[in-house]
């Protein structure tokens, strides 16, 4: 069974102050999602990244694939309080079927 | 364009009661996927269509459970009896098949069992 474990949990910082999340798993992935999920809704797609050490720029989102397709980070410059929601990584296998990990609750302050 | 539809929105019944939850993928998608999400385990797969057939039921809790896709815009996933342990949000997701990596979700059903 493939695993992803996503870190911090929780995080609650100030409106303008940059931070990074975290995506782990034991286990090579073909590619790995990022998804931006708020109360009441289905997660959205933020981005997909395939080649390891791939980095992409979703306007002050920065998304990381490591080397050995196993972990990814996603870095947000700047917070602000519209980036609040639960971030989710979803890694995809063999099958083209999703894992995904459990999630980090980000909450931007005014 | 219209995204994935789900209905209801909301869902409360009680123990032993059958539920149904439907949904509509988006136009011209190739597969169709039934999630269910909660706190404690995150958001799980518990069965997965291509082309109206399912590839994949490995994930479905147990034989209460049972989904159908009887043609390319619609699919049902019903628990019969519900427990209250099923309370959860179920989420329908779609996926066109030159797209392999991305996933569309519907905005889920809350279930809520009594």
């Known amino acids: 069974t493939q695993l992803l474990e996503q870190s911090p949990q929780f995080l609650s910082i100030q409106e303008g102050e940059n931070l990074t999340v975290y995506c782990n798993s034991s286990?090579?992935?073909?590619?790995l999602q990022w998804y931006r999920q708020e109360p009441g809704e289905g997660p959205v797609l933020l981005v997909t990244?395939?080649?390891?050490?791939e980095v992409k720029k979703l306007k002050r989102l920065t998304f990381q694939f490591g080397d050995a397709r196993k972990d990814s980070s996603l870095h947000i410059t700047a917070a602000q309080p519209g980036d609040t929601g639960l971030y989710l990584c979803?890694?995809?296998?063999?099958?083209?079927?999703?894992?995904f990990g459990k999630g980090i609750t980000l909450s931007v302050r005014p | 364009d219209a995204g994935v539809i789900q209905s209801p929105r909301h869902e409360v019944t009680e123990m032993g009661q059958e539920v149904t939850l439907r949904c509509k993928p988006i136009?011209?998608?190739?597969?169709l996927f039934w999630y269910r999400q909660t706190m404690m385990r995150g958001l799980e797969l518990l069965i997965y269509?291509?082309?109206?057939?399912?590839?994949?039921d490995s994930g479905m809790p147990e034989d209460r459970f049972s989904a159908k896709m009887p043609n390319a815009s619609f699919s049902t996933l019903k628990i019969q009896p519900s427990e209250p342990r099923d309370s959860a949000v179920y989420f329908c997701?779609?996926?066109?098949?030159?797209?392999?990596?991305?996933?569309?979700f519907g905005p889920g059903t809350r279930l809520t069992v009594t």
């Open positions: 997701a779609s996926r066109p098949d030159y797209k392999p990596y991305e996933q569309y």
């Open positions: 286990s090579v992935f073909s590619s």
């Open positions: 990244v395939v080649t390891g050490g």
């Open positions: 979803a890694g995809s296998g063999a099958n083209s079927k999703l894992t």
């Open positions: 136009s011209g998608h190739n597969s």
């Open positions: 269509f291509n082309n109206n057939v399912p590839i994949d």
